[in-house]
């Protein structure tokens, strides 16, 4: 992927982000303007990645899908990978 990022835009599209740059704009160009809504996505991508993975935490406490940690990742992750081939029995 290049550096640079050329996009056609629509007159209303266009209009708006000439309205949110310059003098009476939140941002000083175009490019502050998309880098700012690309973080924004991410952001907000990141963060429902996030409600997500405990969501599913959540579902596996419901479904009784837990065991006692060893307080080791690695051996955990051996009894969570049994505990699953297993089907949880």
């Keep these: 992927m290049s ?4 996009a056609r835009l629509s007159a209303p599209l266009a209009e708006f982000v000439d309205r949110m740059v310059g003098e009476d704009g939140l941002y000083e160009t175009p490019s502050e303007y998309i880098r ?21 935490g959540y579902h596996d406490l419901a479904a ?7 307080g080791d990742f690695a051996s955990d ?11 949880w029995r």
């Design 3 to 6: 550096d640079r990022i050329n």
């Design 36 to 56: 700012d809504l690309i973080r924004r996505d991410m952001e907000r991508r990141e963060g429902q990645m996030a409600q997500d993975a405990i969501l599913a």
């Design 64 to 70: 009784g899908r837990v065991f006692r940690s060893t």
């Design 77 to 87: 992750m051996d009894v969570l990978d049994r505990a699953e081939a297993d089907g």
